[in-house]
């Protein structure tokens, strides 16, 4: 157990549908991170948030938002879901800003499936 | 543009067969490669992290080395439960942060 929660664990729905998938990380770490995980495209960085600020972003589509909440959880919005946003989506988390400070500990992941 | 570069693929062993794999990078200013094991539907677990040339570590069957552009994961007499794929990652710059940039992993099976 690596101590990162994420919720909901599987996820189906519709084209153009909206969803959240909410994580809760380490106790004590302060970065979040957001993965998408595909067959085709394997591990794709999307955004960071460090206590509670945007701190890095990767190749998030304009339709997929995140927060970061005081009580350092995250969300992470996908809207106006696509056949192709079927995916694992997992969250990780870390002690530290991404200054190089080490490894990330994952969640079990969020499997969305749009149909 | 690929920064991280995993082969093979996919590796079939047999249990007690040894054998490396291999994780190639062009990334300047490393701040770190990470190795991580991953089983069917759940997420990374973390291995190592090395951080410069010549580094190695160390865990029961697997051994992981770096030099200057890439990393190996030797694993020596595997066992069944060695099965799972393996990721490897560097931490590269993102703006004003390092982000971990993942390859699309190698799958290992090890037949009993």
């Known amino acids: 157990d690596s101590g990162v929660t994420q919720t909901p664990k599987h996820l189906i729905t519709a084209t153009g549908q909206r969803v959240t998938l909410r994580c809760s990380p380490r106790?004590?770490?302060?970065?979040v991170y957001w993965y998408q995980q595909s067959l085709d495209q394997g591990l794709q960085f999307l955004i960071q948030?460090?206590?509670?600020?945007?701190?890095a972003k990767g190749n998030i589509l304009e339709r997929f938002s995140a927060q970061q909440f005081p009580d350092l959880h995250s969300e992470l919005n996908l809207s106006s879901l696509e056949l192709g946003d079927s995916a694992l989506y997992f969250c990780?988390?870390?002690?530290?800003?991404?200054?190089?400070?080490?490894?990330?500990?994952f969640g079990e992941g969020s499997r969305l499936t749009v149909l | 543009e690929d920064q991280v570069t995993q082969s093979p693929e996919a590796l079939r062993l047999q249990e007690g067969e040894s054998s490396s794999l291999n994780c190639s990078y062009t990334?300047?200013?490393?701040?770190?490669l990470f190795w991580y094991r991953q089983d069917p539907g759940k997420g990374p677990e973390f291995l190592f992290t090395?951080?410069?040339a010549g580094e190695e570590k160390e865990k029961e069957r697997l051994k992981a080395t770096l030099t200057k552009k890439e990393s190996f994961l030797h694993i020596t007499a595997p066992k069944p439960e060695d099965s799972a794929t393996y990721l490897c990652?560097?931490?590269?710059?993102?703006?004003?942060?390092?982000?971990?940039?993942f390859g699309r992993g190698t799958s290992l099976i090890v037949h009993p």
């Open positions: 990780a988390s870390s002690v530290g800003g991404g200054q190089g400070t080490g490894e990330l500990f």
């Open positions: 106790s004590g770490d302060l970065s």
């Open positions: 948030y460090y206590n509670g600020e945007e701190r």
């Open positions: 990334v300047s200013g490393l701040r770190g």
């Open positions: 090395l951080y410069s």
């Open positions: 990652a560097v931490q590269a710059p993102s703006g004003g942060s390092y982000i971990p940039t």
